[in-house]
């Protein structure tokens, strides 16, 4: 299947900086889901990417696909405390109507006051 | 409409026990995946189950195995249990349609494996 290495592994960042975690694919990807886990939650859908070069903001936060769909990445401007969590990037497969993500391992966000 | 539903929350067994996990999806939904997640390998998928018919397995053991009832409520049963099966247990219920595929997760089953 896809494989999706995420990196950083883990950020800290003072309150009101940027972040920024990046989703990289030796091979070309299908789609690219992103997925927030606050301390003690659960994954947490927030957006799909399918198209190449696609881009899609939700408030602060901006979600790239790259040209070739082997890359992606997440931004968000002017971080706050509500911010914290891991952020995952995922690959939904599909196949003979099944339905699967492989994770990439997560870039735990904390943010200083 | 309601979440997806996990029980119990936390449980706590001993190696070589046995451990039954709960999962009612979202009203309507049809697919139930599940997932382990453990701060060394992360989420990984385990198995999806539509209709009451496995229909993908991850790459885990005989030990971890899963059922889907006709109202589609899932379980999965782990057993002889080891101290690596310490893990937070995700159950994912999946709405398809003409929007993005997504995968709605419960709360989560944290399991203990003293």
């Known amino acids: 299947g896809q494989q999706v290495m995420q990196i950083p592994q883990y950020q800290h960042v003072q309150e009101g900086e940027d972040f920024t975690t990046y989703c990289n694919s030796s091979t070309t990807l299908s789609n690219i889901q992103w997925y927030k886990q606050r301390p003690g939650g659960h994954p947490v859908f927030l957006i799909q990417l399918v198209k190449s070069g696609e881009v899609k903001k939700q408030k602060r936060l901006t979600f790239q696909f790259g040209e070739a769909k082997k890359n992606s990445s997440l931004h968000i401007t002017a971080t706050q405390t509500t911010d914290v969590g891991t952020y995952f990037c995922a690959v939904l497969h599909s196949g003979a109507g099944s339905y699967q993500l492989t994770f990439g391992k997560g870039t735990k966000l904390s943010v200083i006051p | 409409k309601a979440g997806v539903t996990q029980t119990p929350r936390y449980l706590i067994k001993t190696r070589g026990q046995q451990v039954t996990l709960s999962c009612s999806p979202i009203?309507?939904?049809?697919?139930v995946s599940w997932y382990q997640q453990t701060p060394g390998q992360g989420l990984q998928f385990l198995f999806e189950?539509?209709?009451?018919?496995?229909?993908n397995k991850g790459n885990f053991p005989g030990r971890f195995s899963g059922r889907q009832f006709s109202n589609s409520r899932s379980e999965m049963n782990v057993s002889t249990l080891e101290l690596g099966d310490s893990a937070l247990y995700l159950c994912a219920s999946f709405s398809g349609g003409s929007g993005a595929n997504v995968l709605t997760f419960g709360a989560g089953s944290r399991l203990t494996v003293l």
């Open positions: 009203s309507g939904h049809r697919s």
């Open positions: 189950y539509f209709s009451e018919t496995q229909r």
